[in-house]
């Protein structure tokens, strides 16, 4: 069963994807402001079993995608992690011997079928096509052979990125992250229940039907069990945590001309086994 965070008659609500729409369920568990609160409490088993049998209470059309975990105390994500991408820096290494880390904001993400926003400051804005980890349970100094038991869900991201603005500084590409709706997350997360989830998936992303990025997770250079055992040895992780896993080679910087992202354009973010992001184009009003 897949779970969403949606907005409504005005209210932001979370609960079941199923066919034909999405079962509100926040009503049933009070004590659960968010996805995240379930997800700390290790509670959506109890979603999916308040969900059998119910029927849609928002049909398709009748809601807006919001961020799956609307308020995640980290989202950490990983650079230059497939072998292709990182060939494109061109510094003789086959392989760095640690994981680029920059953080995002959860301002600078919007939903499933929303609209990225190209500000007036720069037209360079780009596409990166990711896995996005959830975690579920915290820790600190996480073994590696242990670190995908601390993963409750996956979801997908579009780590969208002004690339003129990444290069505003000599080490730092913060800047060029963190856009007010320049990305997107959703569009909903998959229980995580078995390494295979992750281990080795077909990762794609399409501007207009067109394929840009195609690679598979059993290339990452740093895999999702290795990130989560690195990141956890300088800081703690927490339930609701998100780690964006890294994107394969094809983003519109990389083309000569390069083809950055305009209004009117559709991108599409899709993983076996979690689905299709999709979101548009729009310049800031």
């Known amino acids: 069963m897949r779970f969403a965070t949606v907005r409504a008659e005005g209210r932001q609500l979370y609960g079941a994807v199923v066919e034909g729409g999405f079962v ?29 049998g119910r029927t849609v209470t928002h049909p398709e059309g009748g809601f807006d995608w919001d ?14 992690n497939f072998p292709d991408r990182n060939a494109e820096y061109k510094d003789g ?10 953080i995002r904001f959860a301002r600078s ?14 037209p ?34 579009n780590e969208g990125t002004l690339r003129d603005w990444v290069r505003h500084a000599k080490f730092n590409v913060t800047q060029g992250k963190n856009w ?34 195609d690679d598979r997770t059993g290339r990452m250079l740093f895999p999702v069990a290795r990130q989560i055992a690195y990141i956890s040895t300088f800081t703690t992780l927490v339930p609701g945590d998100i780690i964006v896993t890294g994107t394969p080679t094809g983003a519109g910087a990389r083309f000569d001309p390069p083809r950055y992202l305009v209004p009117g354009d559709v ?19």
């Open 93 to 102: 290494q086959e392989a760095p011997p640690n994981m680029s880390l920059f």
């Open 124 to 157: 360079q804005l780009d596409y990166e096509g990711e896995i996005a980890v959830v975690i579920g349970k915290g820790g600190r100094r996480i073994a590696e052979d242990q670190a995908l038991d601390h993963v409750a869900a996956l979801s997908l991201c």
């Open 67 to 80: 961020l799956p975990i609307p308020a995640p105390e980290k989202i950490i994500c990983v650079g230059v």
């Open 180 to 213: 007010d709706r320049s990305g997107a997350m959703g569009p909903w997360l998959v229980p995580f229940t078995d390494p295979a989830q992750i281990l080795d998936v077909h990762l794609q992303t399409r501007v207009n039907g067109e394929v840009r990025q």
């Open 24 to 52: 509100a369920l926040s009503g049933d568990f009070p004590q659960w402001p968010s996805l995240r609160e379930v997800i700390a409490a290790d509670g959506l088993g109890a979603l999916e079993a308040a969900a059998k």
């Open 267 to 285: 991108i599409e973010v899709e993983a076996e086994g979690i689905g299709v992001l999709r979101n548009t184009v729009e310049d800031e009003a």
């Open 109 to 122: 993400f919007t939903g499933h079928g929303q609209a990225l926003i190209r500000p007036p400051e720069t």
